[in-house]
Protein backbone atom coordinates (compact mmCIF):
# COMPACT_ATOMS: atom_id res chain seq x y z
CA UNK A 1 0.00 0.00 0.00
CA UNK A 2 2.67 1.96 1.02
CA UNK A 3 4.43 1.31 -2.25
CA UNK A 4 1.48 2.16 -4.17
CA UNK A 5 1.24 5.74 -2.50
CA UNK A 6 4.46 6.41 -3.33
CA UNK A 7 3.53 5.73 -6.92
CA UNK A 8 0.68 7.67 -7.27
CA UNK A 9 2.73 10.63 -5.71
CA UNK A 10 5.95 10.29 -7.89
CA UNK A 11 3.37 9.96 -11.52
CA UNK A 12 0.92 12.91 -10.42
CA UNK A 13 4.09 15.09 -9.66
CA UNK A 14 5.48 13.82 -12.80
CA UNK A 15 1.96 14.97 -14.95
CA UNK A 16 1.48 17.96 -13.15
CA UNK A 17 5.38 19.14 -13.58
CA UNK A 18 4.75 18.69 -17.86
CA UNK A 19 1.38 20.78 -17.39
CA UNK A 20 3.30 23.24 -15.75
CA UNK A 21 6.29 23.20 -17.17
CA UNK A 22 4.96 23.64 -20.43
CA UNK A 23 2.38 26.80 -19.02
CA UNK A 24 4.94 28.34 -17.41
CA UNK A 25 7.36 28.24 -20.18
CA UNK A 26 4.58 30.27 -22.16
CA UNK A 27 4.20 32.62 -19.07
CA UNK A 28 8.17 33.28 -18.42
CA UNK A 29 8.10 34.06 -22.44
CA UNK A 30 4.83 35.95 -22.28
CA UNK A 31 6.71 38.13 -19.41
CA UNK A 32 9.85 38.28 -20.78
CA UNK A 33 8.41 39.89 -24.48
CA UNK A 34 6.03 42.19 -22.56
CA UNK A 35 9.14 43.58 -20.43
CA UNK A 36 9.79 44.96 -23.54
CA UNK A 37 7.04 45.73 -25.20
CA UNK A 38 5.73 47.43 -21.66
CA UNK A 39 7.37 50.08 -20.02
CA UNK A 40 7.47 50.00 -15.74
CA UNK A 41 4.34 52.30 -15.54
CA UNK A 42 2.20 49.78 -16.92
CA UNK A 43 3.71 46.93 -14.79
CA UNK A 44 2.76 49.09 -11.85
CA UNK A 45 -0.97 49.27 -12.86
CA UNK A 46 -1.01 45.70 -13.74
CA UNK A 47 0.91 45.00 -9.93
CA UNK A 48 -1.93 47.03 -8.05
CA UNK A 49 -4.76 45.50 -10.03
CA UNK A 50 -3.34 41.73 -9.38
CA UNK A 51 -2.80 43.06 -5.93
CA UNK A 52 -6.23 44.40 -4.74
CA UNK A 53 -7.84 41.27 -7.30
CA UNK A 54 -5.69 38.77 -4.54
CA UNK A 55 -6.87 40.50 -1.58
CA UNK A 56 -10.26 40.02 -2.24
CA UNK A 57 -9.99 36.56 -4.07
CA UNK A 58 -8.30 35.51 -0.67
CA UNK A 59 -11.29 36.79 1.19
CA UNK A 60 -13.54 34.94 -1.26
CA UNK A 61 -11.63 31.47 -0.67
CA UNK A 62 -12.95 28.79 1.51
CA UNK A 63 -10.18 26.22 1.17
CA UNK A 64 -12.66 23.84 -0.71
CA UNK A 65 -9.81 22.12 -2.51
CA UNK A 66 -8.39 21.72 0.89
CA UNK A 67 -11.24 20.61 2.54
CA UNK A 68 -12.05 17.94 -0.22
CA UNK A 69 -8.00 16.32 -0.16
CA UNK A 70 -8.26 15.76 3.73
CA UNK A 71 -11.95 14.38 4.17
CA UNK A 72 -12.11 10.04 4.26
CA UNK A 73 -15.38 9.56 2.63
CA UNK A 74 -16.02 12.04 -0.39
CA UNK A 75 -19.17 12.03 -2.19
CA UNK A 76 -21.03 14.31 -4.90
CA UNK A 77 -23.38 16.17 -2.20
CA UNK A 78 -19.74 17.46 -1.15
CA UNK A 79 -19.06 18.53 -4.18
CA UNK A 80 -21.90 20.32 -4.88
CA UNK A 81 -21.98 22.42 -1.79
CA UNK A 82 -18.22 23.25 -2.42
CA UNK A 83 -19.39 24.74 -5.57
CA UNK A 84 -21.94 26.56 -4.47
CA UNK A 85 -20.20 28.06 -1.35
CA UNK A 86 -17.37 28.99 -3.82
CA UNK A 87 -19.75 30.91 -6.26
CA UNK A 88 -21.37 32.60 -3.71
CA UNK A 89 -18.41 34.39 -2.09
CA UNK A 90 -16.87 35.28 -4.90
CA UNK A 91 -20.01 36.99 -6.07
CA UNK A 92 -20.26 39.49 -3.33
CA UNK A 93 -16.63 39.86 -3.60
CA UNK A 94 -17.49 40.82 -7.02
CA UNK A 95 -19.63 43.06 -5.84
CA UNK A 96 -17.84 44.49 -3.61
CA UNK A 97 -15.13 45.42 -6.04
CA UNK A 98 -17.34 46.93 -8.33
CA UNK A 99 -18.37 49.36 -5.56
CA UNK A 100 -15.10 50.35 -4.02
CA UNK A 101 -12.67 50.40 -7.60
CA UNK A 102 -13.37 54.27 -7.67
CA UNK A 103 -12.40 54.93 -3.39
CA UNK A 104 -9.51 52.36 -3.95
CA UNK A 105 -8.34 54.38 -7.29
CA UNK A 106 -8.21 57.43 -5.40
CA UNK A 107 -6.30 56.31 -2.23
CA UNK A 108 -3.67 54.90 -4.34
CA UNK A 109 -3.60 57.94 -6.68
CA UNK A 110 -3.65 56.11 -9.82
CA UNK A 111 -7.03 56.98 -11.78
CA UNK A 112 -6.34 53.76 -14.05
CA UNK A 113 -7.24 51.58 -11.42
CA UNK A 114 -10.70 51.92 -11.29
CA UNK A 115 -11.78 50.47 -14.78
CA UNK A 116 -9.06 48.13 -14.74
CA UNK A 117 -9.91 46.63 -11.60
CA UNK A 118 -14.04 46.22 -12.50
CA UNK A 119 -13.24 44.86 -15.42
CA UNK A 120 -10.21 42.62 -14.37
CA UNK A 121 -12.66 41.36 -11.27
CA UNK A 122 -14.64 39.32 -13.99
CA UNK A 123 -12.13 36.66 -13.29
CA UNK A 124 -13.64 35.67 -9.74
CA UNK A 125 -17.36 34.64 -10.65
CA UNK A 126 -15.85 33.10 -13.93
CA UNK A 127 -13.36 31.15 -12.23
CA UNK A 128 -16.27 30.37 -9.22
CA UNK A 129 -18.12 28.39 -12.05
CA UNK A 130 -15.25 25.90 -12.54
CA UNK A 131 -16.49 22.51 -12.97
CA UNK A 132 -16.06 20.99 -8.76
CA UNK A 133 -15.03 17.58 -10.11
CA UNK A 134 -11.72 18.64 -10.76
CA UNK A 135 -10.83 18.88 -6.70
CA UNK A 136 -11.84 15.11 -6.77
CA UNK A 137 -9.51 14.61 -9.55
CA UNK A 138 -6.85 16.35 -7.00
CA UNK A 139 -8.17 13.86 -4.20
CA UNK A 140 -7.46 11.16 -6.44
CA UNK A 141 -3.92 12.25 -7.37
CA UNK A 142 -5.95 12.42 -11.27
CA UNK A 143 -4.36 14.51 -13.06
CA UNK A 144 -5.02 13.20 -16.98
CA UNK A 145 -7.94 15.13 -17.45
CA UNK A 146 -6.65 18.40 -17.29
CA UNK A 147 -3.69 17.98 -19.01
CA UNK A 148 -4.91 19.19 -22.51
CA UNK A 149 -7.17 21.19 -20.88
CA UNK A 150 -4.32 23.30 -18.90
CA UNK A 151 -2.06 23.38 -22.39
CA UNK A 152 -5.17 24.98 -24.65
CA UNK A 153 -5.57 27.33 -21.56
CA UNK A 154 -2.13 29.02 -21.49
CA UNK A 155 -1.80 28.95 -24.76
CA UNK A 156 -4.62 30.97 -25.87
CA UNK A 157 -4.13 33.16 -23.43
CA UNK A 158 -0.20 33.78 -24.37
CA UNK A 159 -1.53 34.12 -28.02
CA UNK A 160 -3.84 36.72 -26.59
CA UNK A 161 -1.91 38.81 -24.36
CA UNK A 162 1.23 39.02 -26.30
CA UNK A 163 -0.73 40.06 -29.84
CA UNK A 164 -2.09 42.52 -27.97
CA UNK A 165 0.51 44.11 -26.23
CA UNK A 166 2.06 44.23 -29.55
CA UNK A 167 -0.85 46.53 -31.01
CA UNK A 168 -1.59 48.30 -28.01
CA UNK A 169 1.04 48.41 -25.22
CA UNK A 170 -0.63 49.52 -21.87
CA UNK A 171 -2.10 47.69 -19.01
CA UNK A 172 -5.04 46.38 -20.62
CA UNK A 173 -3.25 43.59 -22.13
CA UNK A 174 -2.60 41.42 -19.43
CA UNK A 175 -5.64 42.09 -17.61
CA UNK A 176 -7.76 40.43 -20.83
CA UNK A 177 -5.14 37.45 -21.30
CA UNK A 178 -6.34 36.87 -17.35
CA UNK A 179 -9.67 36.99 -18.76
CA UNK A 180 -9.42 34.75 -21.07
CA UNK A 181 -7.60 32.33 -19.26
CA UNK A 182 -9.87 31.88 -16.81
CA UNK A 183 -12.72 31.80 -19.27
CA UNK A 184 -11.34 29.46 -21.28
CA UNK A 185 -10.31 26.84 -17.97
CA UNK A 186 -13.76 27.12 -16.95
CA UNK A 187 -15.51 26.12 -20.29
CA UNK A 188 -12.71 23.51 -21.11
CA UNK A 189 -13.71 21.90 -17.49
CA UNK A 190 -17.64 20.49 -18.46
CA UNK A 191 -15.49 19.01 -21.35
CA UNK A 192 -13.32 16.37 -19.44
CA UNK A 193 -16.13 15.07 -17.08
CA UNK A 194 -19.67 14.35 -17.34
CA UNK A 195 -19.82 15.65 -13.63
CA UNK A 196 -22.78 18.72 -13.29
CA UNK A 197 -22.78 20.80 -10.36
CA UNK A 198 -25.86 22.23 -9.19
CA UNK A 199 -26.91 24.73 -6.28
CA UNK A 200 -26.68 23.02 -2.45
CA UNK A 201 -25.58 23.61 0.51
CA UNK A 202 -26.83 20.62 2.09
CA UNK A 203 -22.96 19.59 3.59
CA UNK A 204 -22.12 23.82 4.54
CA UNK A 205 -22.26 23.18 8.48
CA UNK A 206 -19.29 20.57 7.96
CA UNK A 207 -17.45 22.39 5.53
CA UNK A 208 -17.69 25.65 7.12
CA UNK A 209 -16.42 24.25 10.44
CA UNK A 210 -12.98 23.47 8.23
CA UNK A 211 -12.92 26.29 6.46
CA UNK A 212 -13.75 28.98 8.26
CA UNK A 213 -9.82 29.58 9.95
CA UNK A 214 -8.63 28.76 5.96
CA UNK A 215 -10.87 32.07 5.03
CA UNK A 216 -8.82 33.95 8.07
CA UNK A 217 -5.61 32.72 7.14
CA UNK A 218 -6.10 33.38 3.06
CA UNK A 219 -7.17 37.44 4.31
CA UNK A 220 -4.08 36.99 6.72
CA UNK A 221 -1.19 35.15 4.12
CA UNK A 222 -2.34 37.76 1.68
CA UNK A 223 -1.74 40.46 3.66
CA UNK A 224 1.92 38.93 4.77
CA UNK A 225 2.58 38.12 1.23
CA UNK A 226 1.62 41.91 -0.47
CA UNK A 227 2.02 43.87 2.52
CA UNK A 228 5.70 45.29 1.08
CA UNK A 229 3.70 45.77 -2.29
CA UNK A 230 1.93 47.66 -0.95
CA UNK A 231 4.31 49.89 1.30
CA UNK A 232 5.91 50.12 -2.08
CA UNK A 233 2.69 51.70 -3.96
CA UNK A 234 2.26 54.37 -1.03
CA UNK A 235 6.29 55.72 -0.69
CA UNK A 236 7.33 55.14 -4.47
CA UNK A 237 6.24 55.86 -7.99
CA UNK A 238 4.50 53.69 -10.13
CA UNK A 239 7.36 53.17 -12.04
CA UNK A 240 9.12 51.62 -8.66
CA UNK A 241 6.12 49.60 -7.99
CA UNK A 242 6.40 48.18 -11.35
CA UNK A 243 10.14 47.20 -11.22
CA UNK A 244 9.46 46.01 -7.85
CA UNK A 245 6.53 43.88 -8.59
CA UNK A 246 7.70 42.54 -12.06
CA UNK A 247 11.61 41.35 -10.36
CA UNK A 248 9.65 39.53 -7.20
CA UNK A 249 6.67 37.89 -9.16
CA UNK A 250 9.56 37.03 -11.95
CA UNK A 251 11.68 35.12 -9.27
CA UNK A 252 8.55 34.06 -8.10
CA UNK A 253 7.72 32.00 -11.27
CA UNK A 254 9.82 29.10 -11.29
CA UNK A 255 7.91 28.32 -7.81
CA UNK A 256 4.86 29.22 -8.88
CA UNK A 257 4.71 27.68 -12.19
CA UNK A 258 6.39 24.24 -11.31
CA UNK A 259 7.24 23.52 -7.81
CA UNK A 260 4.61 24.14 -5.80
CA UNK A 261 1.75 22.79 -8.17
CA UNK A 262 4.33 19.42 -8.21
CA UNK A 263 3.92 19.09 -4.23
CA UNK A 264 0.07 19.52 -4.17
CA UNK A 265 0.36 15.14 -4.52
CA UNK A 266 2.27 15.28 -1.42
CA UNK A 267 -0.52 16.96 0.68
CA UNK A 268 -2.67 13.90 -0.07
CA UNK A 269 -0.18 11.53 0.12
CA UNK A 270 0.92 12.96 4.01
CA UNK A 271 -2.89 12.49 4.91
CA UNK A 272 -3.26 9.15 3.93
CA UNK A 273 -0.49 8.56 6.86
CA UNK A 274 -1.69 11.18 9.41
CA UNK A 275 -2.44 7.99 11.67
CA UNK A 276 0.57 6.78 11.45
CA UNK A 277 3.45 8.70 13.17
CA UNK A 278 6.03 6.91 11.83
CA UNK A 279 5.60 6.99 8.71
CA UNK A 280 4.11 10.70 8.74
CA UNK A 281 7.66 11.50 9.73
CA UNK A 282 9.35 9.58 7.69
CA UNK A 283 7.65 10.78 4.70
CA UNK A 284 7.13 14.74 5.57
CA UNK A 285 10.58 14.87 6.25
CA UNK A 286 11.94 12.70 2.84
CA UNK A 287 9.32 15.82 0.94
CA UNK A 288 11.27 18.47 2.69
CA UNK A 289 15.00 17.00 1.24
CA UNK A 290 13.43 16.42 -2.08
CA UNK A 291 12.30 19.66 -2.02
CA UNK A 292 15.44 21.49 -0.78
CA UNK A 293 17.74 19.27 -3.17
CA UNK A 294 15.69 21.27 -6.31
CA UNK A 295 15.67 24.98 -4.38
CA UNK A 296 19.04 25.21 -3.06
CA UNK A 297 20.73 25.38 -7.02
CA UNK A 298 18.16 27.30 -8.06
CA UNK A 299 18.53 29.89 -5.08
CA UNK A 300 22.60 30.06 -5.23
CA UNK A 301 22.22 30.74 -8.93
CA UNK A 302 19.85 33.50 -8.25
CA UNK A 303 22.02 35.40 -5.47
CA UNK A 304 25.51 34.64 -7.67
CA UNK A 305 24.01 36.64 -10.92
CA UNK A 306 21.19 38.74 -10.43
CA UNK A 307 22.94 41.83 -12.48
CA UNK A 308 24.05 39.29 -15.90
CA UNK A 309 20.22 37.62 -15.40
CA UNK A 310 18.48 40.76 -15.07
CA UNK A 311 20.10 42.48 -17.95
CA UNK A 312 19.86 39.94 -20.52
CA UNK A 313 16.56 38.87 -19.41
CA UNK A 314 14.09 41.88 -19.00
CA UNK A 315 16.68 44.41 -21.03
CA UNK A 316 17.91 48.11 -19.81
CA UNK A 317 15.06 49.47 -19.18
CA UNK A 318 15.07 47.09 -16.03
CA UNK A 319 18.67 47.56 -15.33
CA UNK A 320 17.74 50.14 -11.91
CA UNK A 321 15.95 47.21 -10.36
CA UNK A 322 18.53 44.40 -10.73
CA UNK A 323 19.73 44.86 -7.25
CA UNK A 324 16.53 43.37 -6.35
CA UNK A 325 16.83 39.91 -7.34
CA UNK A 326 19.36 38.47 -4.99
CA UNK A 327 17.12 39.15 -2.05
CA UNK A 328 13.77 37.78 -4.00
CA UNK A 329 16.08 34.32 -4.15
CA UNK A 330 16.26 33.89 -0.93
CA UNK A 331 12.02 35.53 -0.83
CA UNK A 332 12.04 32.39 -3.94
CA UNK A 333 13.25 29.75 -1.62
CA UNK A 334 11.15 30.68 1.53
CA UNK A 335 7.75 31.15 -0.36
CA UNK A 336 8.04 26.97 -1.79
CA UNK A 337 9.43 26.13 1.55
CA UNK A 338 6.43 27.87 3.78
CA UNK A 339 3.81 26.39 1.48
CA UNK A 340 4.69 22.50 1.32
CA UNK A 341 4.80 22.91 4.93
CA UNK A 342 1.59 24.79 5.39
CA UNK A 343 -0.11 22.07 3.48
CA UNK A 344 1.53 19.41 5.41
CA UNK A 345 -0.10 20.90 8.37
CA UNK A 346 -3.05 21.18 6.88
CA UNK A 347 -3.23 17.74 5.74
CA UNK A 348 -3.12 16.52 9.63
CA UNK A 349 -5.97 18.55 10.11
CA UNK A 350 -4.06 21.57 11.95
CA UNK A 351 -5.78 24.35 10.39
CA UNK A 352 -6.47 26.19 13.34
CA UNK A 353 -3.39 25.88 14.73
CA UNK A 354 -1.50 27.07 11.25
CA UNK A 355 -4.32 30.31 10.84
CA UNK A 356 -3.05 31.40 14.43
CA UNK A 357 0.76 31.14 13.22
CA UNK A 358 0.08 33.06 10.21
CA UNK A 359 -2.14 36.02 12.54
CA UNK A 360 0.96 36.39 14.65
CA UNK A 361 3.80 35.87 11.80
CA UNK A 362 1.84 38.06 9.63
CA UNK A 363 1.44 41.15 12.26
CA UNK A 364 5.10 41.00 13.53
CA UNK A 365 6.41 41.03 9.55
CA UNK A 366 3.99 44.23 8.41
CA UNK A 367 4.85 45.96 11.82
CA UNK A 368 8.97 45.18 10.66
CA UNK A 369 8.21 46.46 7.32
CA UNK A 370 6.35 49.82 8.29
CA UNK A 371 8.97 50.57 11.25
CA UNK A 372 11.88 49.54 9.29
CA UNK A 373 11.53 49.76 5.50
CA UNK A 374 12.46 53.51 5.15
CA UNK A 375 15.27 53.75 2.79
CA UNK A 376 15.22 52.39 -0.73
CA UNK A 377 13.38 49.68 -2.45
CA UNK A 378 16.65 47.26 -2.13
CA UNK A 379 16.38 48.01 1.62
CA UNK A 380 12.81 46.97 1.57
CA UNK A 381 13.44 43.99 -0.63
CA UNK A 382 16.43 43.00 1.82
CA UNK A 383 14.26 43.36 4.76
CA UNK A 384 11.08 41.39 3.38
CA UNK A 385 13.12 38.80 2.06
CA UNK A 386 15.31 37.78 5.87
CA UNK A 387 11.63 38.24 7.35
CA UNK A 388 10.77 35.33 4.90
CA UNK A 389 12.77 32.97 6.61
CA UNK A 390 12.31 33.63 10.24
CA UNK A 391 8.74 33.24 9.62
CA UNK A 392 9.18 30.01 7.84
CA UNK A 393 12.02 28.44 10.33
CA UNK A 394 9.19 29.24 12.78
CA UNK A 395 6.67 27.24 11.01
CA UNK A 396 8.83 24.33 10.24
CA UNK A 397 9.23 24.20 14.00
CA UNK A 398 5.80 23.99 14.45
CA UNK A 399 5.42 20.87 11.60
CA UNK A 400 8.54 19.36 13.76
CA UNK A 401 6.31 19.55 16.76
CA UNK A 402 3.13 18.33 15.01
CA UNK A 403 5.03 15.09 13.36
CA UNK A 404 8.28 14.73 15.01
CA UNK A 405 9.97 14.86 11.44
CA UNK A 406 13.80 15.41 12.82
CA UNK A 407 15.05 18.71 11.95
CA UNK A 408 18.41 17.50 12.86
CA UNK A 409 18.27 15.08 10.42
CA UNK A 410 17.46 17.46 7.48
CA UNK A 411 19.55 19.66 8.43
CA UNK A 412 22.80 16.93 8.08
CA UNK A 413 21.67 15.57 4.99
CA UNK A 414 21.07 19.29 3.24
CA UNK A 415 24.25 20.78 4.57
CA UNK A 416 26.55 18.64 1.74
CA UNK A 417 24.55 20.30 -1.31
CA UNK A 418 24.62 23.89 0.65
CA UNK A 419 28.56 23.20 0.41
CA UNK A 420 28.66 22.11 -3.20
CA UNK A 421 26.11 25.32 -4.30
CA UNK A 422 28.87 27.69 -2.44
CA UNK A 423 31.36 25.33 -4.54
CA UNK A 424 29.63 26.07 -7.92
CA UNK A 425 29.03 29.69 -6.96
CA UNK A 426 32.82 30.27 -6.94
CA UNK A 427 33.67 27.97 -9.81
CA UNK A 428 31.04 30.07 -11.98
CA UNK A 429 32.33 33.69 -10.82
CA UNK A 430 35.59 32.75 -11.89
CA UNK A 431 34.60 32.87 -15.65
CA UNK A 432 35.35 35.94 -17.52
CA UNK A 433 34.38 38.07 -20.71
CA UNK A 434 34.87 40.46 -23.61
CA UNK A 435 33.33 43.87 -22.74
CA UNK A 436 31.33 42.98 -26.51
CA UNK A 437 30.73 39.63 -25.36
CA UNK A 438 26.72 38.57 -26.34
CA UNK A 439 24.72 38.95 -23.00
CA UNK A 440 22.55 35.84 -23.52
CA UNK A 441 26.21 33.68 -24.03
CA UNK A 442 27.60 34.63 -21.01
CA UNK A 443 24.26 33.79 -18.99
CA UNK A 444 24.05 30.25 -20.07
CA UNK A 445 27.52 29.84 -19.77
CA UNK A 446 27.70 31.00 -15.92
CA UNK A 447 24.75 28.32 -15.58
CA UNK A 448 26.45 25.52 -17.34
CA UNK A 449 29.40 25.98 -15.02
CA UNK A 450 27.24 26.22 -12.14
CA UNK A 451 24.41 23.38 -12.37
CA UNK A 452 27.43 21.01 -14.16
CA UNK A 453 29.39 21.65 -10.74
CA UNK A 454 26.72 21.04 -8.57
CA UNK A 455 25.27 17.90 -10.12
CA UNK A 456 28.82 16.56 -10.48
CA UNK A 457 29.53 16.98 -6.89
CA UNK A 458 25.90 15.83 -6.10
CA UNK A 459 26.12 12.34 -7.93
CA UNK A 460 29.81 11.60 -7.10
CA UNK A 461 28.52 12.30 -2.94
CA UNK A 462 25.76 10.15 -3.55
CA UNK A 463 27.33 7.29 -5.22
CA UNK A 464 30.11 7.60 -2.27
CA UNK A 465 27.72 7.77 0.80
CA UNK A 466 24.72 5.94 -0.21
CA UNK A 467 25.60 2.72 1.15
CA UNK A 468 26.51 4.00 4.30
CA UNK A 469 23.16 6.10 4.82
CA UNK A 470 20.24 3.99 4.20
CA UNK A 471 17.53 6.86 3.94
CA UNK A 472 19.61 8.70 1.67
CA UNK A 473 19.54 5.45 -1.09
CA UNK A 474 16.16 5.15 -0.25
CA UNK A 475 15.68 8.63 -1.33
CA UNK A 476 18.34 8.87 -4.42
CA UNK A 477 16.19 5.69 -5.81
CA UNK A 478 12.66 7.42 -5.11
CA UNK A 479 14.42 10.60 -7.39
CA UNK A 480 15.69 8.27 -9.82
CA UNK A 481 11.64 6.98 -10.36
CA UNK A 482 10.71 10.43 -10.49
CA UNK A 483 12.94 11.37 -13.37
CA UNK A 484 11.94 8.39 -15.40
CA UNK A 485 8.50 8.99 -14.71
CA UNK A 486 8.93 12.84 -15.98
CA UNK A 487 10.86 11.19 -18.84
CA UNK A 488 7.66 9.03 -19.47
CA UNK A 489 5.35 12.24 -19.35
CA UNK A 490 6.88 14.32 -21.36
CA UNK A 491 7.53 11.81 -24.35
CA UNK A 492 3.73 11.00 -24.27
CA UNK A 493 3.05 14.52 -24.27
Known sequence: MNQSVSQSVLKSSAILLTIQLFQKSLGLISTLILARLLVPEHFGVVALVMICLMLFENIADAGNQHYIIQKQQLDDADLHTAWSIDLLMKLAMFGLILLLAPWLARFFSMPELS????????????????????????KEMNYQPVFRLSLWQKLLSFVVTVGLAWWYPSHWPVIIGALVSALSFTLGSYFVSAFRPHFSLARFRQQ????????????????RYQADNLIVSRRFSTADLGGYHLLRELTLLPAIAVIVPCTQPLQAAIANQRELAQRLSYRTRMSLFLLLLLLIPITAFLLTHPALIVDTLLGAQWTNYNSLLAPFALFFLTFCLFDLISNAILAIGRSKALFWFDF??????????????????????????????????????????????????????????????????????????????????QLLSHALVFFGCFSLCSVVYTLLVKQRVPELAHQTEVMAQLYQKLRGAEKSA
Open 360 to 441: WSTLLVIAALLLLATGSLSEMAWLRAWLSVLTTLALLWLLHQATQLNLLRLLLLCLPYLGFAALASLVSQQLSFAADTWLLW
Open 208 to 223: WDFSKWLMLRGVIGFA
Open 115 to 138: TALMVASLVLPIKALQNPVLMRFA
